[in-house]
């Protein structure tokens, strides 16, 4: 039995929703996009009044879908068939485009996922704004490998565009999402209001010391303000020194007791002197001896095993269980 073609495909959906009952479509609704929420309560909320007869046939109709075969078939064109009979077809065809593109619910997982290089070369031929944009909303240690493969100067000015970057409007995303669209298959998500400092200072974070150092005298020598808000805002290996003791007993459980020595052989007396004492005496003396042990060491090792403590930190920060205090630390850069 077909149902009146007026009805859409959206709106059969609505239909058997609000005919499953509450607890049901709320079970429905967890498994779904925002978007495809957000149009199907929009199509709910203007049914109106619906007949029995067409609850009915909906209904109907969806129980002889899916008893129509004695089993399923799980794969890309039986899914695609079943969207366009519930969903508007380019609402379908958007789905689909994101099942068959590179992993990542959003354009902007999809592009974390897509190697630094390929990355650089499509971007390289881009406006300085267009690429703002698009490093703005992408990870930042994938950011900071992209741009480390653009020109120099290419580079510096993208940088410079997204520290003047406010909130990103709906309108300029669609106008980056046509301009990917093609290899990179999107679902855009509706604003961004995130301070672009911060950006810059994440993207700073995930620099090697010698391309950090480079790319902040640049930016330095264009704005002096904007280096020093980003300054201001960068997570250092030495503001490990301004968490409790019991905050860094956290952290030391947590980091690869091989990469400790070699981090600290770079690190301030006080930063080593704060990890000393959230050891035992005979953990500390071994850890001392551990780094006397190195003998001199590549700056570039030394960022290697500094990062790699500094991202466990950071995800023990996001997650609330190691405290940072707000309190400015000189680095060091002599390492002997």
């Keep these: ?30 498994q779904m996009h925002e978007e495809e929420i957000r149009e199907i ?15 009915e046939k909906v209904c109907h109709e969806f129980s002889q879908s899916l008893g129509a075969a004695e089993g399923i078939v799980g794969d890309l064109e039986s899914t695609e068939k079943l969207l366009k ?21 959003t354009m902007w997982d999809k592009l974390g996922n897509v190697s630094e290089t390929v990355l650089a070369n499509y971007l390289k ?28 100067e290419f580079s510096l000015d993208i940088m410079v565009r997204m520290l003047k970057t406010g909130t990103i409007q709906k309108n300029i995303l669609q106008s980056v999402e046509k301009t990917l669209r093609s290899e ?36 330095e020598g264009r704005s002096q303000s904007d280096a020093d808000q980003v300054k201001n805002l960068m997570f250092t290996f030495e503001e490990l020194v301004n968490i409790s003791g019991e905050s860094l007993i956290v952290l030391l459980n947590q980091i690869p007791r091989e990469s400790l020595p070699l981090a600290l052989k770079g690190s ?10 959230s050891m ?10 551990e780094i006397e042990d190195l003998g001199p060491v590549r700056v570039k090792d030394v960022d290697s095993a500094q990062n790699q403590i500094l991202v466990i930190a950071k995800d023990l920060v996001d997650r ?17």
């Design 41 to 55: 309560s929009s199509v709910m909320a203007q049914l109106g009044i619906v007949s029995s007869n067409t609850v």
């Design 268 to 277: 301030s007396d006080k930063l080593k002197q704060a990890f000393f004492a």
């Design 184 to 219: 990179f298959v999107s679902n855009i998500p509706r604003g961004i209001n995130r301070n672009s400092h911060e950006v810059m200072a994440e993207i700073f974070n995930n620099f090697d010391r010698r391309i950090e150092g480079k790319f902040m005298n640049s930016l």
């Design 280 to 289: 035992s005496e005979r953990a500390g003396r071994i850890l001392m001896d």
């Design 85 to 105: 009979n519930a969903l508007p077809a380019n609402r379908a065809a958007a789905i689909m485009e994101e099942i068959r593109g590179p992993a990542g619910r």
């Design 125 to 152: 031929n881009e406006y300085p704004q267009t690429v703002a944009v698009i490093l703005s909303r992408i990870k930042p240690s994938h950011a900071a490998k992209v741009l480390v493969l653009l020109p120099e």
């Design 320 to 336: 609330g269980e190691i405290d940072l205090i707000d309190q400015e630390q000189p680095g060091n850069e002599m390492i002997f």
């Design 1 to 30: 039995m077909n149902i009146e073609k007026n009805v859409s495909g959206v709106q059969k959906v609505a239909i058997l929703m609000m005919a499953l009952g509450e607890e049901n479509c709320s079970r429905l609704f967890e």
